[in-house]
């Protein structure tokens, strides 16, 4: 099982930027909106697991102190 290691905040946040950033890609139809769509997916899809591949590849976690794994 993989750890979290976002905090509320940050999965928030990233949750909301993705979407914001697939719903501008399907608006346009430029190569940028590709990119960007790409982008909104990663942020996404780790906000709502709640786990970033590359937090942990850098042993970084922003859930706390008391953060209890799960």
């Excluded at 139809?29 to 942990?56: D, E, K, N, Q």
């Amino acid at each position: 099982m993989v750890c979290r290691n976002l905090g509320n905040f940050e999965r928030l946040v990233r949750v909301l930027f993705g979407s914001g950033l697939v719903f501008c890609a399907i608006a346009n139809t430029t190569t940028w909106s590709v990119v960007g769509a790409g982008v909104g997916l990663v942020l996404l899809v780790t906000g709502l697991r709640g786990w970033c591949p590359l937090f942990a590849l850098l042993n970084i976690n922003t859930r706390g102190v008391n953060a209890k794994k799960t």
